[in-house]
């Protein structure tokens, strides 16, 4: 399972990109996306290293009462069977 506190980067950017969002509030329906490499799984994920389990980009929006967050991955959800 994909934890904050192994250190991952994908974490720290998902905090970063809500953050920005949430400190721009001013600003509704403001967007912040950040791009991630493919297949850059951190070493302590044990599970199948497959492309519907990396994200590739991630988006948050906050609305002014809402966020939304989107991620794109590197290939269709639901193709690894053993998918989390």
Request: with cysteine; proline share 6%; aromatic share 8%.
């Amino acid at each position: 399972m994909y934890s904050y506190s192994n250190g991952g980067r994908l974490a720290r950017r998902i905090l970063s990109c809500a953050l920005l969002v949430a400190g721009s509030t001013s600003a509704p329906a403001l967007a912040q996306a950040i791009s991630d490499p493919t297949g850059d799984f951190i070493p302590s994920f044990t599970g199948p290293k497959n492309g519907d389990l990396d994200l590739t980009r991630i988006e948050a929006t906050f609305d002014g009462a809402k966020f939304r967050l989107d991620a794109t991955t590197a290939a269709a959800i639901g193709t690894t069977p053993t998918g989390l």
